[in-house]
């Protein structure tokens, strides 16, 4: 794969390619100006559908299907909102995407929205991406002055604006209702499914929500068309007729210890190893990989001996893992404690956890303060059963919770406890040799006054 | 207790009107009225919620249950006149990160969440900051420091205004 060609970084080394006039001098909104001459929103939509474009915000759901969703016969208005709450721990595309191509960002939002007839769109940008919101400003700025953006765009009868929505340091507002709530000026406590935000989102009006990259994947599948998509990457199982395939480029972003941690775009499907090898320069000083997360924290890990699975939608499944997530890789190399790493993401899950169900709220608290135990050496052999218990009985997979924050939060625990247990062991019988087979909890006080 | 003097000036009240045309309803300015609010003043205090809820028409309790929701607005307290967020997520703790927050919390004497006596530092513990190829990584207001040390905190701490 050393000889793909970039096209969603294509413009990120160019100088000052957060400007309007270096994307337009690369062809920058010419696909925005032919598609409102030659295609109906329909025409759109099937050529997305055609593509079988995959969501890159982690679900992987066929963005054609979730569009056509929208009811046709609907009075409006209709929304868009743009996913730019890129909160997964090892997780950053979106802000390299925005920071270093806005344009290509907005150019996507506005095809988009042309076929999907939103009329507002929104970008509900995490609060600590400063420099990205500076930059989608100048560039939303300069769409409005070009006629890029506002009534009649480019002479056409299609009209649109775009809203920057900041957040506020809520890693919930990523899943999709919990934005629409959060954008609705509530608390960012997910909805109950169905309706779909496609039938009832935003205000109570049919809402498409996507990813930041996706939407960019639409504007290079309406440049180059459906088939130069579905020229790139991992074919669909002909065996499985319901397989949509993983299709086009990605972006990986590589974080931990590698030589060269970065953003990469490649065909979605590069081998894990080859990622890391090739792309980031090998684990640092030469060490070896002990445990590497494929998509975003909440995927859970793989072991060194998995690293070869083929990084698309499909490849994290077969060891275990969630699914390919927001292609966040995290490397973790053999210095590194698991029972650090499993504290670190459960600390996390439980400080997102926004509350509203009971298995998630009780639940992801409960398992940091197990693994607090543990650390400080009054872990208990049933503490490891216990944790398996909680993740195992939270998230929308056993039908307990409303969103799959849980989820999330439940296979870091499975896939570590499973693949690193005896690590946990070892630890826990070296660190508290009198009482790691003890079957009820020391008291709390005990801890406090030890 | 609340006071009853007005705490949202009429340069606030004019930027949060102008975001009513962006939304169909005035539900929707609460997030980025609580951002101005939380700009101007430091904090959201509760006559700034009583306000707020006046402007968009909503029970003060309304504000609140959304306010408290959001880790992000100071409630109780105006920050520093510097935010200071220490990533302590998988990326970067892996590379130290922790560690870099402890020193930072050494060095101002303070704990993540606390201001510094002399206004001029509030610290967090942030939640992932997106930045995991920079990692460990430190956003100071609008600033990020990437592959951060002790040698930059050290730095950092220096070039700080009185």
Redo the contacts between chains.
Sequence with gaps: MADYEPVLLANIHKEGSHRLAVYEAGGGYRTLRRVLQERSPAGVIEVIRASNLRGRGGAGFPTGLKWSFLPADHPG?FYMCVNAD???????C??VQMELDPHQVIEGIILSCYATRANTAYIYL??????ALERLETALAECRDKGYLGKNILGHDFSLDI?V???????ICGEETGLIE???????WPRIKPPFPAVEGL?RKPTVVNNVETLTCVLHILDRGADWFKSIGTPSDPKNPRDPGSYGPKLY?????VER???VELPLGVPCRELIEEHAGGLRQGRRAKAV?PGG?STGVMTESELDIPLDFSGPLRVGCLGLGTA?V?V?DET?SMI??LH??CR?FA??S?GQCTPCREGTHWAVAMLQRIKAGRGRLKDLDLLLEIADNIGIIPGTTICGLADGAAWPIKTTLRKFREEFVDHIKQTNPGGYTAQSPPPAMALVHK | MPTTERVLSDPIRTAIQAYYP?Y??R??????A??VVHEHLGHVPQQAVVEIAEM?ELAPADVL??LS?????KQVEPMGRLRV?VC????C???GGEDLLEYLCRRLGIRPGETTADGRVTLEF??????????PAM?AG?T?YKKLTKEKIDDFLASLPS
């Design positions: 208005p890129e909160s997964e721990p090892g997780t950053f979106n802000r995490r609060y600590e991406y400063p420099l809203h929505h900041r957040g506020a340091g809520a890693y959060s954008l609705e000026g509530k608390r960012a205000f972003g590589i974080s931990g210890h941690p970065g953003l997360v924290l966040g995290i973790l590194y650090d790493f670190n993401s996390f400080h997102e926004c | 962006r169909p309803n539900r929707a300015v609460l997030l980025p609580l951002h968009l249950d959304t929701f959001y880790g992000f607005f967020w302590r997520s998988i990326s703790a892996a590379c942030a939640e992932c900051l997106g930045a995991c190829e920079h990692a956003l609008d990020l």
